[in-house]
């Protein structure tokens, strides 16, 4: 449990930096997008690339990410009409995947996911 507790403040220091860049720079929501995908790939363990997920009355967009991978699952995700992104905005809540050779809960997602990118773990945690 001091495992989860750590990644949580770990978690919580990033999204601090985060806050303090974004202050810095209110004038081009565009280029704070960016910088909130390039501080979670420096800031967080573990984490190779990034993207931010956003609905404006349609579909799911990709207006912030580090590279094609991010834009990629986002577009799968539409496309198939699953995945964690979009269950983190549809119920307002954090999903944790695994591994997704052996996902269950977004089948068609994870296959094409890991068939087309090769990510194996593309969101680690999605947010809402």
Same mark, same amino acid.
């Given at each position: 449990?001091?495992?989860?507790? @750590?990644?949580?403040? %770990?978690?919580?220091?990033a !999204? *601090?930096?985060? *806050?303090?860049?974004?202050?810095? @720079?209110r004038?081009?929501? %565009?280029?704070?997008? @960016?910088?909130?995908v390039?501080?979670?790939?420096?800031?967080?363990e573990?984490?190779?690339?990034?993207?931010?997920?956003?609905?404006?009355?349609g579909p799911?967009t990709? $207006?912030a990410?580090?590279?094609?991978? $991010?834009?990629?699952?986002?577009?799968?995700?539409?496309e198939?009409? #699953?995945?964690p992104?979009?269950?983190?905005i549809?119920? %307002?809540?954090? !999903?944790?995947?695994?591994?997704?050779? #052996?996902?269950?809960?977004?089948?068609d !997602?994870?296959a094409r996911?890991h068939?087309?990118?090769g990510v194996?773990h593309?969101?680690?945690? *999605?947010?809402r």
């Amino acid at each position: 449990m001091a495992h989860a507790s @750590d990644e949580v403040v %770990h978690v919580a220091e990033a !999204f *601090a930096t985060v *806050a303090r860049v974004l202050s810095e @720079d209110r004038d081009d929501l %565009h280029r704070a997008l @960016d910088k909130i995908v390039h501080l979670a790939v420096d800031t967080l363990e573990a984490c190779e690339f990034a993207g931010i997920s956003l609905v404006e009355q349609g579909p799911v967009t990709s $207006p912030a990410s580090t590279n094609d991978v $991010p834009r990629r699952v986002n577009e799968i995700q539409s496309e198939v009409g #699953q995945g964690p992104c979009l269950d983190a905005i549809r119920e %307002h809540e954090v !999903f944790w995947t695994g591994d997704l050779r #052996q996902e269950e809960r977004w089948p068609d !997602f994870a296959a094409r996911a890991h068939a087309e990118t090769g990510v194996q773990h593309p969101v680690h945690p *999605a947010f809402r």
